[in-house]
């Protein structure tokens, strides 16, 4: 399975936009690459995931190096909600979904 | 939609007992899975089911944990007997099809073993 890696934490200023990187450099062709963040006592939760080209929805954009070996979730206008733990994970071809450390987000007024 | 369901939501037993989990995914999907999640560490992949076939019980103790998912619906999880390093919170998540899709989380079973 392919790992990553994600700095262990980051602080974002309420308003600004909150660019979290992710290294994956032994994805495969056919692995995903998803986020996920989880609140305090509450369950993960899906954000966006993508394969080859960027995506974007109504929470965030996910932009994804040429060569796949990276990534960066975009959260455009942090707000103090959106304080988590941010997890990015590389996904097999049977949808295993293995979760590391993650990156603890800290919005600030 | 209705989203995961799990139940009970707290559970406290002493060591050496058994103790079980029940989940109830997201009607129609196909891929359910079980997590434990460890005071201030990221959930732990137990046990994947496509339909009600395992896809990867790799991390499983399957001296102690079994998992099954009847007719490719709900699902339940047991530990017997609990250890003390079986406190945790175990979370329950399903997804249409695993591959490409979204998973959805239930809100967890938080489990105290003393």
């Known amino acids: 399975d392919a790992k990553t890696t994600q700095p262990p934490s980051m602080d974002c200023a309420e308003g600004r936009a909150a660019n979290l990187p992710c290294n994956h450099s032994t994805i495969s062709g056919n692995e995903y690459v998803y986020w996920y963040r989880q609140i305090h006592s509450q369950g993960p939760q899906y954000i966006i995931h993508g394969l080859k080209n960027n995506e974007t929805n109504e929470m965030a954009s996910l932009i994804i190096t040429e060569d796949r070996k990276s990534s960066t979730l975009i959260l455009p206008h942090a707000t103090l909600r959106d304080t988590a733990v941010y997890y990015c994970i590389v996904s097999d071809s049977w949808g295993k979904l293995q979760f590391g450390a993650g990156t603890q987000v800290v919005v600030t007024p | 939609e209705a989203g995961v369901a799990q139940s009970p939501r707290y559970k406290i037993i002493e060591k050496r007992q058994s103790v079980a989990f029940w989940c109830n995914p997201i009607s129609g999907h196909a891929t359910l899975y079980w997590y434990q999640q460890i005071l201030g560490q990221g959930p732990k992949l137990l046990i994947q089911f496509q339909n009600n076939g395992v896809v990867d019980d790799s991390q499983l103790p399957k001296d102690r944990f079994s998992a099954e998912r009847l007719k490719g619906v709900d699902s339940t999880l047991k530990i017997q007997p609990a250890k003390l390093e079986d406190s945790a919170v175990y979370l329950c998540?399903?997804?249409?099809w695993g591959v490409g899709s979204e998973a959805f989380f239930g809100q967890g079973t938080r489990l105290t073993v003393v």
């Open positions: 998540a399903s997804s249409y």
